[in-house]
């Protein structure tokens, strides 16, 4: 009876570096969401993703950044060249239809040396 | 824009004292959802009020809807140290009930 599993819970890369955020969404979920977090800030949506599809990604920074939710496998969220300020926690909620509860992951947290 | 902003930004209260805080949106929606953080962890969903529910209990937990102000309250009463954490409202809008969070509350409960 898994919840979210977000890995790795701490993730460091240098200037420059790709960083991959793996989201695997509870069991039955098919619907996931991706946020930002940085200190003492609320929650900033990135994306929202059914399988396989993009359904808005109106959050998600143009350049750098994807993201994906295969047929099988984990919702991969991918940060190219990254820089300082991509440094946060990066959180993954999933449900089984939009408008319903979220259930979130415990995050991952990003550090940018 | 966000469609719940919370308030007041930051609460501190004795053990065993209630405790309110306040989520105003902008928009038409068919539920309003409460979540609790606590520091380092993800959000827990706490209680969801629809549209046509005026108030709404679990344990202690209280949550009331106005929908002719877009404003819901989350009371919790008797708190206790366990409850401090920061405490969002989200309302889903939209077409697909896009979810958007606010600032939150955070809320010292001193032993």
């Known amino acids: 009876n898994a919840g979210v599993m977000q890995n790795p819970r701490h993730l460091v890369r240098r200037r420059g570096q790709e960083a991959r955020l793996r989201c695997s969404p509870m069991k039955g979920h098919s619907h996931v969401y991706w946020y930002r977090q940085l200190p003492e800030e609320g929650l900033k949506f990135m994306v929202y993703l059914q399988k396989e599809n993009i359904i808005d990604e109106s959050g998600m920074p143009k350049e750098r950044f994807s993201a994906e939710f295969p047929k099988e496998g984990p919702s991969i969220l991918r940060i190219q060249q990254v820089v300082r300020g991509d440094s946060a926690a990066y959180f993954c909620?999933?449900?089984?239809?939009?408008?319903?509860?979220?259930?979130f992951g415990d995050g991952t947290r990003l550090s940018i040396l | 824009s966000q469609q719940g902003e919370e308030d007041p930004q930051a609460l501190s209260i004795q053990e065993g004292e209630n405790a309110t805080m306040n989520c105003s949106y902008k928009?038409?929606?068919?539920?309003l959802q409460w979540y609790r953080q606590n520091s380092g962890r993800g959000l827990v969903h706490l209680i969801l009020?629809?549209?046509?529910?005026r108030e709404k209990h679990s344990g202690r937990l209280r949550v009331t809807l106005d929908t002719s102000k877009k404003s819901s309250s989350l009371l919790i009463t008797a708190s206790r140290a366990a409850d401090t954490a920061s405490y969002f409202c989200a309302a889903p809008s939209g077409g697909y009930q896009k979810v958007t969070f606010g600032t939150g509350t955070k809320l010292q409960v001193i032993p």
């Open positions: 928009t038409s929606i068919n539920n």
């Open positions: 909620a999933s449900n089984g239809g939009s408008g319903e509860p979220q259930h």
């Open positions: 009020i629809r549209s046509n529910e």
